[in-house]
């Protein structure tokens, strides 16, 4: 077996810092920082962002008062369970950069541990996200933010309809269009919308005690009040609530004529007057935009703070709402129309187990809870893949990682060994295109890594005349202490932004996975993740995706469409591509379809998506499964459902699952309007699909529920 010494080029002294950061930071904030995304390179980076797990839940308030109340460096977000006094684990911060130097794992290391010492709240873990911009961070803001000047909308239930019980659908999205006139009650004028929060916009001057952190918020009244200010001139609008400002250089998606969360929250709830439709007044919106930068990442890192700061704002505002119409136990419908690729596919990844915490702290409570998520759109992609036992017959495996030429980011490949298969009798070599780059390490924990999960690390590094210079990094941790084992492979771009870097050479990357004497011969199936790694539009990032390579799969049928089974005897498979964020137990999960030619899709006579990820059909390690199926193609050479431009009366055309989620949202949320206490509470433990009016689909086959699951939304 392989020596276990790092040999790194000392890359494990950049890491060994007493607050664990884990993989993506080591890179992202270590060898790989040449690399990142602007907002990670520059030395001017003040607000760091974070999820922070603790080991024993913490209560708001006191996971405050655990530091120190005057130039303390952490704050709060808005945060939900502060009258209730809930006590979570998982709670997401923003903490002040002191270095002049910029970020890198050392001074991360020291604002850490000054923000969030460990003593008496214990050792904490971060999932670090995107900055904060300054200009939108509220640096002087209390501890608490401010409570937000509303009040509820007088004109609500006065109408001759039947009377329906009053709920919250929250929409979590970029480019939301809050003036759109589909989100206003019939009368042109009373927006539905109770309140907004931009997280990008920069900061009103003036506010010396803002209601939230960063950004901006929009109440009822205000969106109302710019409204009537800008009757005609939306752009003007848009432009004097700050949500066209740039962040770190990118343009705001507000800007272009339709967005994704445009389509998005009017398909979840939107009102077309047009035609007629007559607005459900009894769904109060919320919505949230995340910040510009969001679009920039797609692997999964930089998220996590932003999110979670956002379904805490969600049901914090729900309350709020509650109170002030007299609704008990408020029901709350969230739309995440948003994902990854990789991760652990089993629910305990931090932002699905951070949801699951907040959402089962809230049913308990006895306050129906839901958040809607889509399958993904990586069925296709060749994404995911499996190593079985079998596959290491003969002591070794060799798989193929192909990267793209002309690619400005950092890709990225996860395994994950199943639960409790411990890798120390494993080796993995990564080998380079044209034979040039070779690095190995044994799958073992370094021991002087004494605080965090146990991990190890290896960098990859350039054959002569370039030795030396590190153009990835491979590492070993025990995620979350929790028995499921990770090998991260991180490549740099194969063209930097910078020509002065050292690039990863495009190709074929073989990657060998090697089983000693020691190890089990049975075993369930390791598995294999790419992460997602496309160039937005808006954002023009420069992202090439990478993917698995295998001569056994296959692309096309035998009737010249694209491949919808997996081959057996290949490694990679589109069963198992399921959306990294989708495995939470409390989340509902839909997948995307289009009507089959001559048929009526309202009698449930459709075909999945070719596009929309699935569950697995083989036993092996969890991956979540799909609940259910909606729309997403108008016909199978007509993509898309049309919703909402970014301007009122224009239109826009989205293809994906995420525009599948929002409808089974929306009748999720009529639902909550029109059930019993008793028939809610009943299908909570089916996260309350038995409730939304739907279709039993005729095809009950293995791959069938994998794709579609057992019912159509209509």
């Known amino acids: 077996m392989t020596d276990t010494s790092t040999n790194d080029g000392g890359l494990a002294d950049a890491v060994a810092i007493k607050?664990?950061?884990g993989p993506y930071e080591a890179w992202n904030f270590g060898l790989g920082k040449a690399y990142a995304f602007p907002a990670y390179r520059g030395d001017d980076v003040r607000f760091l962002s974070a999820l922070a797990e603790h080991p024993e839940p913490q209560r708001p308030h006191s996971l405050l008062d655990s530091v120190a109340s005057d130039g303390h460096g952490m704050w709060l977000p808005t945060v939900w369970g502060k009258e209730d006094d809930v006590a979570l684990r998982f709670w997401p911060i923003v903490v002040e950069n002191r270095s002049d130097d910029g970020i890198?794992?050392?001074?991360?290391?020291?604002?850490?541990?000054?923000?969030?010492?460990?003593?008496?709240?214990?050792?904490?873990r971060f999932r670090m996200a995107f900055p904060v911009e300054e200009e939108a961070m509220h640096r002087h803001a209390r501890r608490m933010t401010a409570d937000p000047d509303w009040k509820p909308d007088t004109g609500v239930g006065t109408g001759d309809g039947p009377k329906r019980t009053i709920n919250v659908l929250g929409v979590i999205d970029d480019g939301i269009p809050f003036a759109h006139r589909n989100f206003r009650a019939a009368d042109g004028k009373r927006t539905r919308l109770e309140f907004c929060w931009l997280q990008s916009a920069h900061k009103k001057e003036g506010q010396d005690h803002p209601s939230v952190l960063f950004g901006r918020e929009f109440t009822r009244e205000t969106i109302?009040?710019?409204?009537?200010?800008?009757?005609?001139?939306?752009d003007a609008l848009y432009a004097e609530a700050g949500a066209s400002d740039q962040q770190f250089g990118s343009g705001a998606a507000i800007n272009r004529l339709a967005t994704h969360g445009s389509n998005v929250m009017d398909v979840a709830a939107g009102s077309n007057p047009d035609k007629g439709h007559a607005p459900p007044e009894e769904t109060r919106l919320i919505a949230v935009q995340l910040p510009n930068t969001y679009g920039w990442d797609t692997s999964s890192f930089g998220k996590d703070m932003y999110m979670l700061s956002a379904v805490h704002y969600i049901l914090e505002r729900a309350e709020r709402i509650a109170e002030g119409y007299g609704v008990k136990d408020i029901r709350v419908t969230i739309n995440i129309s948003y994902g990854f690729s990789a991760g652990r596919h089993d629910g305990e990844g931090e932002l699905e187990a951070a949801m699951d915490e907040i959402v089962a702290k809230r049913r308990q409570l006895g306050r129906p809870t839901a958040i809607v998520i889509p399958s993904g759109n990586t069925f296709q992609d060749r994404l995911h893949g499996e190593i079985t036992s079998g596959h290491l017959g003969s002591g070794s495996?060799?798989?193929?990682?192909?990267?793209?030429?002309?690619?400005?980011?950092?890709?990225?490949?996860?395994?994950?060994?199943p639960d409790q298969l411990d890798p120390g009798d494993f080796d993995i070599e990564v080998k380079g295109p044209f034979g040039k780059i070779s690095a190995e390490m044994a799958l073992k924990p370094d021991p002087s890594y004494q605080h965090g999960d146990p991990r190890n690390f290896k960098s990859i590094q350039l054959d002569p005349p370039h030795q030396g210079d590190a153009i990835g990094q491979i590492s070993l941790d025990n995620?979350?202490?929790?028995?499921?084992?990770?090998?991260?492979?991180?490549?740099a771009p194969s063209e930097p932004h910078d020509p002065a870097l050292p690039a990863a050479p495009a190709g074929e990357w073989k990657i060998v996975l090697s089983r000693g004497d020691v190890a089990p011969r049975d075993h369930e199936p390791i598995y294999l993740w790419v992460q997602r790694d496309i160039d937005l539009e808006p954002f023009l990032t420069g992202s090439r995706q990478s993917y698995l390579h295998d001569e056994d799969?296959?692309?096309?049928?035998?009737?010249?469409a694209e491949e919808e089974s997996d081959q057996p005897d290949s490694n990679v498979k589109r069963f198992g591509s399921l959306n990294g964020m989708a495995t939470g137990a409390t989340t509902l999960v839909v997948a995307g379809s289009r009507p089959v030619i001559g048929s009526r899709f309202e009698?449930?006579?459709?075909m999945a998506s070719t596009f929309s990820s699935a569950g697995k059909t083989a036993s092996g390690p969890a991956v979540g499964g799909v609940d259910c199926t909606a729309r997403a193609d108008r016909s199978n050479i007509v993509p898309g459902i049309v919703g909402a431009g970014t301007r009122s009366g224009s239109?826009?055309?989205?293809q994906g699952t995420s525009v599948a989620a929002p409808l089974v949202a929306r009748r999720l949320s009529e639902a909550f309007a029109r059930c019993s206490d008793q028939e809610i509470k009943n299908a909570e433990k089916d996260n309350y699909l038995p409730i939304v009016q739907s279709i039993a689909l005729s095809d009950q086959s293995v791959e069938g529920r994998a794709r579609l699951g057992e019912f159509l939304v209509i």
């Open 397 to 417: 495996f060799e798989f193929s990682w192909k990267t793209q030429p002309n690619d400005l980011s950092s890709n990225y490949l996860e395994i994950w060994f």
């Open 651 to 654: 239109y826009s055309s989205v």
């Open 553 to 560: 799969y296959r692309l096309v049928s035998e009737k010249g």
């Open 479 to 491: 995620h979350r202490k929790s028995g499921r084992w990770r090998v991260l492979i991180a490549l």
């Open 603 to 606: 009698r449930g006579e459709l």
């Open 19 to 21: 607050n664990y950061l």
């Open 224 to 234: 109302e009040q710019l409204i009537a200010k800008h009757p005609e001139d939306e």
């Open 104 to 124: 890198a794992p050392d001074s991360l290391a020291l604002n850490l541990t000054e923000a969030m010492p460990s003593d008496p709240i214990g050792e904490a």
